[in-house]
């Protein structure tokens, strides 16, 4: 079956490391998303990518790094720049001219620094 | 840009009684309405969309919702809930030719009380 695989699940990280968050899709879908969830705040967007080698930051970019090397890859580095990573992070997918199909998401990785 | 607005953000109901989960948008222009659901520790998955047509959408787990367009809103209903249906419901709008750019609502948790 197709979806998003977000990896790992929950992940510790002690204060001035970083720490990348796995998400793979194989949807075949262009555009894959980061957001951050915290209690009570919603979803925050922090990277997007509409296409391959190209993203672009979100509204809570900084302290966070992303890649796009290949379609069915956005991994997400959480920097020691980020002064308060403990945070559920979600993973998403859609294909940017169908705005009708809506997002597919991963199941999260809960980072908590220690 | 579009604004989601979630009035509630937590609603307590009990087994078996009716609940509603109001949502309201900022644009009259044309969207897409999308409700996911999110369970603990868990990614969203879609509960049902609006796209066009009847006001009235039928979604998974026995949830419905109507789209009022003069009133900019997408309340989210079910008849009886059950527990299981304790949860984060978020509301979503998109809009066409917009490469597909999501706007969230900050969530409603539903607690159903037994």
């Known amino acids: 079956d197709g979806g998003i695989t977000q990896s790992p699940k929950y992940l510790f990280r002690k204060e001035g490391q970083n720490v990348t968050l796995s998400c793979e899709q194989n949807l075949n879908h262009d555009a894959m998303y980061w957001y951050r969830q915290d209690p009570g705040q919603g979803l925050r967007l922090i990277y997007y990518?509409?296409?391959?080698?190209?993203?672009q930051k979100g509204d809570i970019a900084e302290g966070y790094s992303v890649s796009r090397e290949k379609k069915e890859s956005f991994p997400l580095t959480v920097t020691s720049a980020q002064k308060n990573p403990t945070a559920f992070y979600l993973c998403?997918?859609?294909?940017?001219?169908?705005?009708?199909?809506?997002?597919?998401f991963g199941s999260g990785t809960r980072l908590t620094v220690v | 840009a579009q604004s989601v607005t979630q009035l509630d953000s937590q609603v307590p109901v009990f087994e078996e009684a009716p609940v509603e989960l109001r949502c309201n948008y900022s644009s009259s222009v044309s969207v897409y309405l999308f409700w996911y659901v999110q369970y603990p520790n868990q990614g969203l998955q879609l509960l049902l969309k609006y796209l066009s047509g009847s006001t009235l959408v039928k979604g998974i787990n026995g949830f419905e919702a109507e789209f009022n367009k003069s009133q900019t809103s997408f309340h989210l209903r079910k008849p009886s809930v059950h527990i299981s249906d304790t949860a984060e419901y978020f509301c979503a709008v998109s809009q066409p030719n917009t490469g597909n750019q999501f706007y969230f609502g900050t969530g409603t948790s539903l607690t159903v009380i037994p």
């Open positions: 998403a997918s859609s294909m940017p001219d169908r705005a009708w199909y809506g997002y597919t």
């Open positions: 990518s509409q296409i391959v080698n190209d993203f």
